[in-house]
């Protein structure tokens, strides 16, 4: 599956799983930028089982990356109390903002990948799901470096407030950068 140096490839099905999930943000070395409209605690594969993505996340911070995480509402229940079982990850390695106009997906990894695309950082989106029970998705993948610089420029377009001043969700925005 792993493409060539600069390719940009359309994918569905497990292929997201296996590339966005895998390739990609298992192995960050430095940075994690996610965005989403929902934020679930799915399971990444570890070895011949599965493991919360939280857990890998610690694992990661260990390492040094860090994650910048963009959703459109607070996470689960469900993911907000794993994530507390990780004070690494809620103390200087993951920041969250939340924006009730945020619909994008986009994963961005050490600068270098980007995912565009329809699924959400959800089991049936980019998650571990059997075929049978994951969401029809599909998405663009690419290690081209403009594509890539594009994409990190709207993430932080978005990350800095720039749509903030003029949001008509202002009064219910919890937590406005600007």
Known sequence: MTAS????????GS???EVVIEEQVLNARSTVWIATADLKDMH???GRRFKPVLNAFDDMAVRGVSFRIVHSALPSSHFRKTLEEFPRLTGEAMELQVCPRSHMKLVIVDGSFGYCGSANFTGAGLGAKSPHKRNLEVGVVSTDPEWVRELISLFDRFWIGEYCDECRLREICPDPVR
């Open 15 to 17: 292929e997201l799983h």
């Open 44 to 46: 990444v594969r570890s």
């Open 5 to 12: 140096p600069s390719a940009t490839r359309i994918l569905h």
